[in-house]
């Protein structure tokens, strides 16, 4: 049900030895090695969890965040899921070099990426053609005799951006490249990777599945919104993403749809198909994850309750979904429910509802966690029979996405 997610972070820090960026690499393990088979699946798995289960206030703070790129990922729209205020996209030195690669390029300049040159060498034709687009040049200082250092130095004289040295393990290489021009630096003399982790539920594959089935059939914002209702990780993403620096809309959402209308179907499209490339999915067959489906059930029945309960009240229905998903957020992100919420981009009234059981929702959800707990008596003033119907008819929802 569970599984615990690692992500790679490595400083890098200007010529004062104060840090401006972090590195943020691939790692399958608690073990502090990369092993990548895949460059497409490292990079989604780099993104979805520094920017979903870790989040980027705590991975990177106010610091920019290198991630590794391959050509494929280059010439994908997924990329543009990410901040591009916070991201620099470092363009691995396996990438070939052609006109609709450099032509890319320059549109995701034009969107706001920064671009970095990864290990570099030499500047061989392809160096040189992919030089003007970029931002940062990192040179691998292992590759280099000190003479080769030096002319590779001069030969970028007239460069605007920064230059970054990579692997400077010793302070006399730190010294011989800060008296070369080096403006950054990148080692283990300033600190070796750290692995950040979190334990979160696993995303049900054949929601995701249903749900970009839906993006692709372009399906109205209703039939959206249902389908992510059976996916409630994938809503608890959505919200995280709302408040990321590079959405222009900033406002707190208070239901599903207007997570939707904030995030548009483009973003959430890309999303829920990074998801599945970060997971690795070979297994598209139904795969029940029962604390997903509890989320769900008991959203379904807050919204059933809502309708029910308060029929002229439209906001109080809309909301209802989310109030019930987020009363297990602490379950689904193995995270204590008051932290969780506090970085949630929803408005108080909704958080004191989850958390203090406050207002016409906060009501509510007491009503659908008695219904889940035979022990626990109904609150007085609801028809037994208008709550049977409501929980056999939230179950019925839930079940019939796996006919």
């Known amino acids: 049900m569970y599984s615990t997610r690692y992500l790679g972070r490595q400083p890098i820090v200007d010529a004062n030895q104060q840090l401006v960026a972090y590195e943020l ?5 608690h073990v502090n090695v990369a ?62 070099v052609s006109p609709p690669l450099l032509e890319r390029l320059a549109q995701l300049r034009q969107k706001g990426f920064r671009l970095a040159m990864d290990d570099v060498i030499e500047l061989d034709a392809d160096r040189l053609a992919l030089l003007p687009l970029v ?26 951006g920064i230059l970054l040295a990579e692997k400077v ?28 982790s979190t334990r979160q539920a696993n995303a049900s594959q054949h929601a995701m599945l249903s749900l970009l089935g839906l993006l692709m059939s372009d399906a109205d914002n209703e039939e959206l919104a249902q389908a992510l209702k059976l996916a409630p990780d994938v809503v608890l993403m ?32 890309r999303w829920s198909m990074l ?22 059930t008991r959203g379904r029945i807050m919204e059933l309750l809502a309708e029910a309960c308060y029929p002229e009240r439209r ?5 209802a979904f989310m109030i019930g998903m987020l009363s297990l957020v602490d379950v689904l992100v193995q995270q204590p429910k ?51 119907r409501v929980e056999t008819q939230a179950l019925d929802w839930v079940n019939s996405m796996w006919k």
């Not at 690499?25 to 393990?29: A, N, V, W, Y």
């Not at 067959?285 to 489906?293: G, I, K």
């Not at 906001?315 to 909301?319: A, G, L, M, P, T």
């Open 238 to 269: 959505l919200m995280k993403l709302s408040s990321t620096a590079s959405i222009a809309t900033r406002r707190p959402v208070s239901s599903v749809q207007e997570a939707i209308m904030v995030l548009g179907r483009a973003k959430i499209k």
């Open 35 to 96: 092993r990548v088979n895949d460059d497409v699946m490292a990079t989604t798995a780099v993104i979805r969890h520094a920017f979903v289960d870790l989040g980027v206030g705590e991975v990177l703070g106010d610091r920019l965040g290198f991630i590794n790129v391959s050509e494929t990922l280059l010439m994908d729209d997924l990329l543009d899921v990410l901040p591009c205020d916070k991201v620099v996209l470092e363009i691995l030195e396996t990438v070939k």
């Open 338 to 388: 008051a932290e969780a919420i506090a970085s949630l981009p929803i408005e108080e009234s909704l958080k004191e509802a989850v958390l203090e059981g406050r207002h016409l929702l906060g009501e509510l959800l007491q009503v659908a966690e008695s219904l889940e707990n035979e022990a626990t008596p109904h609150p007085k003033g609801y028809d037994p029979e208008m709550l049977l």
């Open 25 to 29: 690499l691939f790692r399958s393990s």
């Open 315 to 319: 906001d109080v229905q809309e909301s």
């Open 169 to 196: 393990d010793t302070v006399e290489q730190f010294e011989l490249c800060r008296e070369l021009g080096i403006q950054w630096f990148q080692g283990y003399f300033f600190a070796r990777p750290t692995v950040l």
């Open 135 to 160: 931002d940062i040049v990192k040179i691998d200082l292992v590759a280099l005799s000190l003479l080769q250092l030096r002319q590779l130095v001069a030969d970028l004289a007239g460069f605007p």
């Open 275 to 296: 998801l599945l490339f970060a997971s690795n999915a070979t297994n598209v067959e139904p795969q029940r994850n029962p604390l997903l489906e509890l989320a769900a």
